[in-house]
Antibody, heavy 120, light 113 residues
Framework: EVQLVESGGGLVQPGGSLRLSCAASGFTFSSYDMYWVRQGTGKGLEWVSAIGTGGDTYYSDSVKGRFTISRENAKNSLFLQMNSLRAGDTAVYYC??????????????WGRGTLVTVSS | DIVMTQSPDSLAVSLGERATINCKSS????????????LAWYQQKPGQPPKLLIYWASTRESGVPDRFSGSGSGTDFTLTISSLQAEDVAVYYC?????????FGQGTKVEIK
């Protein structure tokens, strides 16, 4: 089955760290650019980070310098290392597959998301 | 960043009636070299991830019912549900992928009247 499954979310104190994972299956993971998109409770969708098939990385201004995206193609896995977390980072984090593969992309496959809560 | 603005924020439509959602981008998302609009539409039901409905502004994703259609070009786009069904109750988002960062509209909530 073609799917993405996120894990690693949870409750963390401000200033803390979390590492999110996204396990891909049913498709050739290494052939796709991959993204993280987040959604605050009752809020809209916000792009967080992207990684290309060649390992090039991109970040939103709101997370640049704090978050690091990576991928391990041999394990069909995508990661998001989140440091110096803030209350504003509280959201459901989705990993998403980019079908287009251009400078930016649109997302034809989404995971169910993992909830990150930053609170003391 | 390209700002995407949807209207209305919410709408209530009777079953079987037409629902129309508008999306405006702060700059053109039409790429002149291939004459394609870099615009997608998604549907998100409560507790679920977004689902791709439309890409290239008007190309329906496989498996999406043909009552969903996308139109427009440049900076102004429309998602139309020709005959609203109960299962179409959701929030709908437009998204540009003309440039990075990809940006989404704020969402339009569609309900049954």
């Amino acid at each position: 089955e073609v799917q993405l499954v996120e894990s690693g979310g949870g409750l963390v104190q401000p200033g803390g760290s979390l590492r999110l994972s996204c396990a891909a299956s049913g498709f050739t993971f290494s052939s796709y650019d991959m993204y993280w998109v987040r959604q605050g409770t009752g809020k809209g969708l916000e792009w967080v980070s992207a990684i290309g098939t060649g390992g090039d990385t991109y970040y939103s201004d709101s997370v640049k310098g704090r978050f690091t995206i990576s991928r391990e193609n041999a394990k069909n896995s995508l990661f998001l290392q989140m440091n110096s977390l803030r209350a504003g980072d509280t959201a459901v984090y989705y990993c998403a597959r980019d079908r287009y593969g251009g400078t930016s992309g649109y997302f034809d496959l989404w995971g169910r998301g993992t909830l990150v809560t930053v609170s003391s | 960043d390209i700002v995407m603005t949807q209207s209305p924020d919410s709408l209530a439509v009777s079953l079987g009636e037409r629902a129309t959602i508008n999306c405006k981008s702060s700059q053109s998302v039409l790429y002149s070299s291939n004459n394609r609009d870099f615009l997608a539409w998604y549907q998100q039901k409560p507790g679920q991830p977004p689902k791709l409905l439309i890409y290239w502004a008007s190309t329906r994703e496989s498996g999406v019912p043909d009552r969903f259609s996308g139109s427009g070009s440049g900076t102004d786009f429309t998602l139309t549900i020709s005959s609203l069904q109960a299962e179409d109750v959701a929030v709908y988002y437009c998204q540009q992928y003309y440039t990075i960062p990809p940006t989404f509209g704020q969402g339009t909530k569609v309900e049954i009247k």
